[in-house]
Nanobody, 123 residues
Framework: QVSLVESGGGLVQAGGSLSLSCVASGRTFSNYTMGWFRQAPGKEREFVAAISFSDAVSYYADGQEGRFIISLNTPKKTQYLQMNRLKPEDTAVYYC????????????????WGQGTQVTVSS
């Protein structure tokens, strides 16, 4: 059974940084993609970033590259999301996901999801 466990969320002031982690377990993921999505209150879940297990190619939502950095420790099956220069509008529950999407931002193509970790950015 696949399990994804996120950690690293919390409260930070605008302009600050947070680093999220997601550990995957339960099977091999050599051809899969790990992604981060977020959902703010009253809004739909949106793509943040993703990275491929096979070649570590990364993908970012428009406007996120430069502030957010996704990385992967393949042997540990762990992905990270370093978030810098955070803004109040980054406040959301951040979800880790893993799957085999045709497009990295295609949420419905991710088969497995974590429980989410809350990120709150105060102004």
């Amino acid at each position: 059974q696949v399990s994804l466990v996120e950690s690293g969320g919390g409260l930070v002031q605008a302009g600050g940084s947070l680093s999220l982690s997601c550990v995957a377990s339960g099977r091999t993921f050599s051809n899969y993609t790990m992604g981060w999505f977020r959902q703010a209150p009253g809004k739909e879940r949106e793509f943040v970033a993703a990275i491929s297990f096979s070649d570590a190619v990364s993908y970012y939502a428009d406007g996120q590259e430069g502030r957010f950095i996704i990385s992967l420790n393949t042997p540990k099956k762990t992905q990270y999301l370093q978030m810098n220069r955070l803004k109040p509008e980054d406040t959301a529950v951040y979800y880790c996901a893993i799957g085999d999407p045709s497009y990295a931002n295609e949420a419905k193509a991710y088969a497995y999801w974590g429980q989410g970790t809350q990120v709150t950015v105060s102004s």
